[in-house]
């Protein structure tokens, strides 16, 4: 057993199975993913900053660390499950926040909360969703689950954000620090794609009573000056250290910060009293040329020690990712891309095929490589390749 999941019963059923209806790589999912979408919404999910050098970073990090298999273990019995600021998880990863998914899938993040509560693995609801946190809350049921705030310039906004999430049961506020001002993004702008323009993403904007009092007339009347509104409110460089300290005591949920890639900033979110840091370069898309996660990772939890709590997420693509970055100190990872690229291809069955498929990977592996428990992985199961 591991944790509830076994990856050699549930590779049985593929072989079995007279023909699995899936692609079986995250590099299918993403082909298959472009045959379904259009160009824009395609390239808005998949592309990055600049020269997309970020994201090369952060699949070469992985690479550049290798496992270190250990034989006769005795490991017949293993666990994945992971407990994180008292979120309790079947998978040692969660689905990471990424907004405006009605583009890829009509169901959009109603979707992944069902295949989320479906399967054990915990989604954290981006605040520039296509469904609201009522709604994803209602979808997922009594499942775990966390939400992310962008912390736009009106504070109004983002307190009813942190009170409707309270009150929805969401079990912790992840603030994204990254993304105060919209990357270079050449894809998009050769595209001339950005979603918010028609009223994707803007859910909780356009359910929020604070955001809606702000207008002349409603979002179903007036899309575009909603919208308009909306994306007015994202540029928020004024933002420091001293401001989270105003987040901080709204809310005594846990606080989570997401987009920290330095040993400085990690240190002093601490200070702030942020219970848990997401090492993060919001997937490439942000900084063109910045350090991969895993390499950050390494840097955070050696200033930050043992005891703290650290999660990653950029280019984890395969049950071999994980547990490399559970072995290099995180406390779990975040999924990206490669779930969105399931809901387009399948919807809420594509995403639960997503999840599986990563957790028979991931238990294959631990099996494979001697481990027992992810969360007692350490660095002595890798080593480094130049």
Avoid at 58 to 65: G, I, M, P
Avoid at 84 to 99: E, H, N, T, W, Y
Wanted: aromatic share 8%; charged share 20%.
């Amino acid at each position: 057993m591991s944790g509830g999941f076994e990856g050699g019963q549930f590779q049985t059923g593929i072989y079995l199975s007279g023909g699995y209806p899936w692609p079986l790589t995250a590099a299918g999912w993403e082909a298959k993913a472009a045959e379904k979408l259009e160009q824009g919404p395609f390239d808005y999910v998949a592309g990055g900053a600049g020269s997309e050098a970020t994201m090369r970073a952060n699949r070469e990090a992985f690479e550049r660390r290798r496992l270190r298999p250990r034989m006769l273990a005795g490991n017949v019995k293993r666990d994945l499950s992971v407990e994180v600021l008292g979120l309790r998880s079947a998978a040692p990863f969660f689905l990471a926040p990424i907004g405006v998914l009605g583009i890829v899938h009509p169901e959009a993040e109603v979707a992944v909360a069902r295949a989320a509560a479906a399967t054990g693995v915990p989604m954290v609801l981006s605040s520039a969703a296509s469904s609201s946190i009522e709604q994803v809350a209602e979808a997922g049921g009594d499942a775990p689950r966390w939400f992310q705030l962008y912390w736009v310039s009106d504070r109004k906004i983002c307190e009813s954000f942190v009170r409707r999430a309270e009150a929805a049961g969401y079990g912790a506020i992840v603030v994204t620090l990254d993304t105060l001002v919209l990357g270079w993004r050449p894809r998009d702008l050769a595209n001339t794609y950005l979603p918010f323009l028609q009223g994707d993403g803007c859910a909780q904007f356009f359910s929020d009573p604070v955001f809606r009092s702000y207008l002349a007339a409603p979002p179903e009347e007036d899309v575009l000056s909603a919208a308009a509104l909306m994306l007015s409110t994202f540029p928020n460089l004024a933002l420091t250290w001293d401001d989270l300290d105003w987040l901080r005591g709204l809310t005594s949920l846990p606080l989570l910060v997401k987009g920290v890639l330095t040993a400085e900033d990690a240190l002093a979110a601490r200070e702030r009293g942020v219970d848990g840091i997401i090492v993060s370069n919001h997937g490439g898309r942000q900084v063109d040329g910045a350090l991969a996660s895993l390499d950050a990772l390494v840097e955070v939890r050696d200033a930050l020690g043992a005891e703290a709590t650290v999660l990653v997420d950029g280019g984890v693509r395969s049950g071999a990712d994980v547990i490399k970055a559970m072995a290099l100190g995180a406390d779990a990872v975040l999924l990206g891309r490669p779930y969105v690229y399931g809901l387009a291809v399948g919807g809420q069955e594509g995403v639960e095929a997503v999840i599986r498929q990563l957790l028979a990977e991931t238990d294959l592996t631990l099996a494979l490589s001697g481990g027992t428990a992810v969360r007692d992985l350490d660095r002595s199961a890798l080593a480094a390749v130049e």
